[in-house]
């Protein structure tokens, strides 16, 4: 056992404070790595604050995980000593399965988040507020050289969580996609849509990041709290991907969409999401869910941003800044993603 060092949750009203802990001496098949950043996701924030009612403690939050090789296991070929790589939402999945050849192991049972899950023998698993992590080398990415470290972090789950939707709803050239929220995830899908050559229109609750949002490779860009944009945009989206995990007007954004067009939700709202068949009838539209990505389709991902030179907008912060950080995600006041740098924890 090695002891680690993070930053941990103790119970869901308390800030986050330091916290030792062990984490398992490598396996053959492990990958031992050295964390050098990891982006703080609002599902941080969710499960911290235990708002999914799943929340086990101590929890060390983070599944932005990025650093570099430290020591490898003796059956481990794809990484050595010194290699860059990266950690994302889950750390293992299951192995009986029938359906794991699929690539979609996110949504198979047996699924082992980075953190707030349990390991196969039942031990908690700990995530990236942390100076190192122990991964099996299957549920391990490489980092594209040219993409800087911390920039690069928020690909593990902002960055697939957008990709993967896009891809699978087929945006491209041809297509209008409408991104709603101009948050961590929404920055991330509003760049990956602009490079697979779809048109792009942010839909935020003002105007007041506009600019930025046509720089990161918006086509168009329209305030919610503005009725207007509700009549003047009717039937305009092939496919809407909606990151907002607050109470919404689903059905206004439903018609949105043209025929066959489709709503993705990846935020996650607490209460259920009441829908109209009104809203979907007339015009054939469906309204589906997407969660992160495979460990196939993340590194298809992450060469994608490498090929493109796609990072995400990000403040870095020392790890002592995690409380106030988060206060500032759920006021909408972050451009676009925190990043923790993981020498403020080993200083
Ligand atoms: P974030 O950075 O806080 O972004 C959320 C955005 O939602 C905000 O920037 C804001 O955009 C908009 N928003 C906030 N409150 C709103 C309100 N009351 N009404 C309308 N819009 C509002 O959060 P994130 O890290 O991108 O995560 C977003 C959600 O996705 C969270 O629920 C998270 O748990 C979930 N998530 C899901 C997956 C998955 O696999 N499906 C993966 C990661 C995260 P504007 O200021 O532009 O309006
Ligand atoms: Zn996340």
Redesign the pocket.
């Known amino acids: 056992m090695a002891i680690a060092r993070g930053y941990a949750a103790t119970d869901a009203s308390k800030p986050l404070a330091p916290f030792t802990f062990e984490r398992r001496e490598p396996r053959d098949d492990d990958v031992v790595i050295d964390i050098k950043y990891c982006g703080v996701?609002?599902?941080d924030i969710?499960q911290a604050r235990d708002e999914w009612g799943n929340s086990t403690f101590p929890m060390v939050p983070g599944h932005e995980i990025v650093g570099i090789v430290r020591a490898v296991g003796s059956q481990v070929t794809r990484f050595k000593i010194g290699d860059r790589v990266g950690v994302g939402?889950f750390v293992d999945s299951c192995t009986t399965c029938a359906k794991r050849d699929l690539d979609l192991e996110q949504y198979l049972p047996g699924l082992v988040v980075t953190y707030n899950g349990a390991e196969a023998d039942g031990t908690p698993t700990q995530g990236g507020y942390s100076d190192h992590i122990v991964v099996k080398e299957g549920y391990v990415l490489s980092i594209p050289e040219n993409l800087p470290l911390d920039a690069a972090a928020p690909l593990l789950?902002?960055g697939i969580?957008l990709y993967s939707p896009l891809r699978h709803w087929k945006a491209g050239p041809g297509k209008k996609v409408a991104i709603?929220?101009?948050?961590?995830?929404?920055h991330m899908g509003v760049k990956l849509a602009h490079a697979m050559g779809a048109e792009v229109t942010?839909l935020?609750?003002?105007l007041s990041?506009k600019e930025d949002g046509l720089k990161l490779g918006a086509d168009h860009y329209y305030a919610?709290k503005d009725p207007e944009t509700f009549t003047k945009l009717a039937g305009s989206f092939d496919l809407i991907i909606c990151?907002?995990?607050?109470e919404?007007d689903w059905n206004a954004y439903l018609n949105l969409l043209k025929v066959d067009g489709d709503l993705v939700l990846?935020?996650?709202p607490e209460n259920p999401v009441p829908v109209h068949a009104f809203s979907l009838v007339p015009a054939r539209r469906s309204i589906s869910?997407?969660?992160?990505g495979s460990i196939k389709e993340t590194q298809e991902m992450l060469d994608f941003c490498g090929e493109h030179g796609i990072v995400s907008e990000i403040e870095t912060i020392r790890m002592e800044q995690i409380n106030e950080a988060y206060e500032r995600?759920v006021r909408?006041d972050?451009r676009?993603?925190f990043v923790i740098d993981m020498e403020s924890i080993k200083a």
């Open positions: 996701c609002h599902s969710h939402c789950c902002a969580t709603v929220g101009l948050g961590g995830l929404g942010v935020s609750q003002t990041k919610t990151t907002v995990a607050a919404i990846v935020g996650i869910g997407s969660m992160i995600v909408s972050v676009y993603r």
